[in-house]
């Protein structure tokens, strides 16, 4: 891959593609001893280590590539089943993978046990042993153990809730399902359907009336008659992907559209 961009040879490693990071103080002044010892001994070990540190950040950028590709299609990059995908969330309820964004400029409250109080910070990590780390100022402020707390709470400004919706509509693109054109939500005519042809339920859109007949008539529901009109949430003859008129804030990008078309309409 990397040959076809730069021109060069597989074993040649592109160094503009690998910024230089600073690392904390103490961690800087760890390196700078083990580098002086490598050179001490051997001039050439630090640069190879140097290579062969170049070689794995390449080979982690490729996964970490691969597996965002799978996440956009829909899949879980483990176990290859349907993701529920959410405007700051992605979940696989087969085998629990996630992958969630956290607020920017919101805080983090640790829940300790036994009504223990809270631990607040800007930012907090879960480590693979469940400790917490709590951030606050760029530096760690809290060390929770996996024993000591409860739950993890995320405080999400309303301000960047809005942002995000915003971000969210900017770059939805809806295409209909029959003509393939451009739809726009808000226009008369556009419609969003949740429709099932086999066990899951599928969502469509279509930029006008003309468009959603044409495709019901094409391709007529197999669960049952009313499915293009029967209302989801009360409906239990097939496996639910979407929610309904979800009034959450976890929604697929796509649910924003209907909010912007109820968000014109007169009194709402």
């Known amino acids: 891959m990397f040959s076809k961009l730069f021109g060069k040879k597989p074993t040649e ?81 087969s085998c629990g993978w996630n992958k969630y964004d956290l607020p920017r400029t919101g805080k983090v409250k640790i829940h300790l046990r036994n009504n223990g109080g809270i631990v607040e910070g800007e930012k907090a990590y879960v480590l693979k042993d469940n400790t917490c780390l709590v951030m606050s100022g760029d530096v760690v402020i809290a060390k929770v153990p996996n024993n000591a707390y409860d739950w993890v709470e995320y405080v999400w400004p309303q301000e960047e809730l809005t942002q995000r919706r915003q971000q969210a509509n900017g770059k939805l693109r809806v295409v209909c399902s029959w003509c393939n054109q451009e739809t726009d939500p808000s226009k008369d005519g556009f419609h969003l359907v949740h429709v099932a042809f086999g066990s899951s339920q599928e969502r469509h859109c279509f930029c006008s ?54 968000s014109e309409e007169p009194g709402k």
């Open 209 to 262: 009336d003309e468009c959603l007949e044409a495709f019901r008539k094409m391709y007529p529901s197999r669960v049952h008659r009313n499915c293009y009109e029967r209302n989801c949430s009360e409906c239990n003859l097939c496996f639910k992907r979407y929610g309904g008129e979800a009034e959450e804030m976890r929604l697929l990008a796509k649910d924003y559209i209907r909010i912007t078309k109820k």
């Open 13 to 93: 490693l592109p160094t503009p593609l690998i910024p230089d990071i600073q690392l904390p103080e103490d961690q800087q002044e760890m390196l700078d001893n083990d580098v002086s010892i490598l050179d001490g001994d051997a001039g050439a070990n630090s640069e190879r280590l140097e290579n062969d540190a170049k070689k794995t950040v390449i080979n982690a950028a490729e996964n970490s590539i691969k597996q965002m590709h799978v996440v956009r299609l829909g899949r879980c990059p483990v176990c290859g089943e349907h993701l529920y995908q959410h405007m700051a969330a992605s979940v696989c309820p």
